[in-house]
T-cell receptor, first 112, second 114 residues
Framework: GESVGLHLPTLSVQEGDNSIINCAYS??????FIWYKQESGKGPQFIID?????DKRQGQRVTVLLNKTVKHLSLQIAATQPGDSAVYFC???????????FGKGTHLIIQP | KAGVTQTPRYLIKTRGQQVTLSCSPI?????VSWYQQTPGQGLQFLFE???????NKGNFPGRFSGRQFSNSRSEMNVSTLELGDSALYLC?????????????FGSGTQLSVL
């Protein structure tokens, strides 16, 4: 089955700086990758996704990078704002019957 | 468009009891999936239902079961509750399924087992 590793449980950044959150996955057959944001007391909320036929995808202030060679996924948030404070999860789908595998999450803390 | 609705929001049960949680997906979504979230294990996939059929299943014991109705609403049941079942249970819906599209999550049911 798939396993998704966490690089940092907590990341503290200054407001206005860029943030980078990382994930590593184990199954080279995984083909769909997605980032969610979870604020306190709420369910996860979709941020951005990427498929295995792409290396990079950009959204509004967010970029996801996929390195299939080393099985690494990262989320970049530009000009971090106080509203970005949340726990960020990566999730990986391998196409099998195991469904979706989530990383443990990185808590992003914004310093004023 | 209304979001994913989960009821109840909070539940307190004792060991050995059973519990049923409910999830109403976004209108038009045919896939409903369930997740357990704990501080120690994080978010773990329980199962997915699509058009009333279980399509995918995570690594949980048979005490955890679910079903989906013809209107796509879903229920999750946990029998013979254990202390370790205390968690936030989240459901999510999507058009086609968990494998290749974004999910819309509800706010969850917080289950406490005493």
């Amino acid at each position: 089955g798939e396993s998704v590793g966490l690089h940092l449980p907590t990341l503290s950044v200054q407001e206005g700086d860029n943030s980078i959150i990382n994930c590593a996955y184990s199954n080279s057959a995984s083909d769909y990758f997605i980032w969610y944001k979870q604020e306190s007391g709420k369910g996860p909320q979709f941020i951005i996704d990427i498929r295995s036929n792409m290396d990079k995808r950009q959204g509004q202030r967010v970029t996801v990078l996929l390195n299939k060679t080393v099985k690494h996924l990262s989320l970049q948030i530009a000009a971090t704002q106080p509203g970005d404070s949340a726990v960020y999860f990566c999730a990986v789908s391998g196409g099998g019957a195991d469904g979706l595998t989530f990383g443990k999450g990185t808590h992003l803390i914004i310093q004023p | 468009k209304a979001g994913v609705t989960q009821t109840p929001r909070y539940l307190i049960k004792t060991r050995g009891q059973q519990v049923t949680l409910s999830c109403s997906p976004i209108s038009g979504h045919r896939s409903v999936s369930w997740y357990q979230q704990t501080p120690g294990q994080g978010l773990q996939f329980l199962f997915e239902y699509f058009s009333e059929t279980q399509r995918n299943k995570g690594n949980f014991p048979g005490r955890f079961s679910g079903r989906q109705f013809s209107n796509s609403r879903s229920e999750m049941n946990v029998s013979t509750l254990e202390l370790g079942d205390s968690a936030l249970y989240l459901c999510a819906s999507s058009l086609q399924g968990v494998m290749n599209e974004k999910l819309f999550f509800g706010s969850g049911t917080q289950l406490s087992v005493l």
